[in-house]
Nanobody, 126 residues
Framework: QLQLVESGGGLVQPGGSLRLSCAASGVTLRYYAIGWFRQAPGKEREGVSFISRYGGGTKYADSVKGRFTTSRDNAKNTVYLEMKSLKPEDTAVYYC???????????????????WGQGTQVTVSS
């Protein structure tokens, strides 16, 4: 059974960087599309980034485009979310999610994903 574990969250100053990791056990992650999502207190969960199966394509929310990058390391069975130029509004619990998506209208829609990690807190504050 697919299990996802996020790591790499923490406290960072505005303008700083963090790299989140999403590791899997029990399956080969490259066969799954991976989404990164975040949820701030009192807000709905929102899609941040998406990387397709086999890593052929990516998509980003407008709010993070140019600052966040998602990538795969198949040897480590891990997907990363590199976050730069962080802002206080990036503060949230970040989740990775997986599913065997085909073509979907909105790959950043959390309803497309059936497997979720437990989340990691990212706090951007001075």
């Amino acid at each position: 059974q697919l299990q996802l574990v996020e790591s790499g969250g923490g406290l960072v100053q505005p303008g700083g960087s963090l790299r989140l990791s999403c590791a899997a056990s029990g399956v080969t992650l490259r066969y799954y599309a991976i989404g990164w999502f975040r949820q701030a207190p009192g807000k709905e969960r929102e899609g941040v980034s998406f990387i397709s199966r086999y890593g052929g394509g990516t998509k980003y929310a407008d709010s993070v485009k140019g600052r966040f990058t998602t990538s795969r390391d198949n040897a480590k069975n891990t997907v990363y979310l590199e976050m730069k130029s962080l802002k206080p509004e990036d503060t949230a619990v970040y989740y990775c999610a997986a599913d065997t998506l085909g073509t979907v209208a909105d790959p950043l829609d959390p309803l497309n994903f059936g497997y979720w990690g437990q989340g990691t807190q990212v706090t951007v504050s001075s």
